[in-house]
C-alpha cells in the first residue's frame, strides 16, 4: 500500500520554472532515498536527480546541474524537485521513485506528471 503521487506538472514556455513534488503514504519516509526519473516519448526513462534518506547528499545528471534542485520535508513526508530555464528538451513524464536504505534499487514508483516545454 505504499503510494507515492506527483504533482505540479504543467506546459510552460521555454525559460520558465516549475516546481513538482512527490507525496508518499504507506512508508516511513525518512527511511528512504528517493529520486526524480523522466521519461520522453520514443526515448528510455533517465535519471534526473535524487537525495538521500536525510537530504545530506543529492547527485543530478549532467543534463539538469546547476538548472535543478532537489529537497526533502519529512515532516511532510515530500519530495520536490525544482526546475528553472527549462528548454523543450525537458519536456517528459516526471517520475519519483524511493529506495529503501541500504539497497541500490528503487522499490516504489509513482504515476508521474507530465511536463510540457514549449518553444
Known amino acids: 500500500q505504499v503510494q507515492l503521487v506527483e504533482s505540479g506538472g504543467g506546459l510552460v514556455q521555454a525559460g520558465g520554472s516549475l516546481e513538482v513534488s512527490c507525496a508518499a503514504s504507506g512508508l516511513t519516509f525518512s527511511m528512504y532515498d528517493m529520486g526524480w526519473f523522466r521519461q520522453a516519448p520514443g526515448k528510455e526513462r533517465e535519471f534526473v536527480a535524487s537525495i538521500s534518506w536525510s537530504g545530506v547528499s543529492t547527485h543530478f545528471a549532467d543534463s539538469v546541474k546547476g538548472r535543478f534542485t532537489i529537497f526533502r520535508d519529512n515532516t511532510k513526508n515530500t519530495v520536490y524537485l525544482q526546475m528553472f530555464s527549462l528548454q523543450p528538451e525537458d519536456s517528459a513524464v516526471y517520475y519519483c521513485?524511493?529506495?529503501?536504505?541500504?539497497?541500490?534499487?528503487?522499490?516504489?514508483w509513482g504515476q508521474g506528471t507530465q511536463v510540457t516545454v514549449s518553444s
Open positions: 521513485a524511493a529506495r529503501q536504505r541500504g539497497q541500490t534499487t528503487y522499490d516504489f
